[in-house]
């Protein structure tokens, strides 16, 4: 069973930063792609970042491109979220995914693997 614990949301200051991190049980987590999402109140899930197995291939949404930097270290099993220049509108409950597989993709349903989600609050 992989399991995924998130941590590192929080309460910030428009144009602060956090830094979210994703803990992944299990010895395979070097072949999965991972990926955050978040959801805010009322919205549907979306994708915010996606990390390829190996750490080579990234995708970022439009809202977030040039601000939030997604890596991995597969050594640790952990994935990281770096969110700078953060903005009220990113204000959401953050989740982080994972999926067997080379290649990560951008919707929920392609996900096995998902955290509990941590908040992140963006004050103007």
């Known amino acids: 069973q992989v399991q995924l614990v998130e941590s590192g949301g929080g309460l910030v200051q428009a144009g602060g930063s956090l830094r979210l991190s994703c803990v992944t049980s299990?010895?395979?987590?070097?072949?999965?792609?991972m990926a955050w999402f978040r959801q805010a109140p009322e919205k549907e899930r979306e994708v915010v970042a996606t990390?390829?197995?190996?750490?080579?291939?990234?995708f970022y949404s439009d809202s977030v491109k040039g601000r939030f930097t997604i890596s991995r270290d597969n050594a640790k099993n952990t994935v990281y979220l770096q969110m700078n220049n953060l903005k009220p509108e990113d204000t959401a409950v953050y989740y982080c995914a994972g999926k067997s597989g080379t290649y990560a993709r951008t919707r929920t349903a392609d996900y096995d693997y998902w955290g509990q989600g941590t908040q992140v609050t963006v004050s103007s």
């Open positions: 990390i390829s197995w190996s750490g080579g291939a990234t």
């Open positions: 299990g010895r395979m987590f070097s072949s999965y792609a």
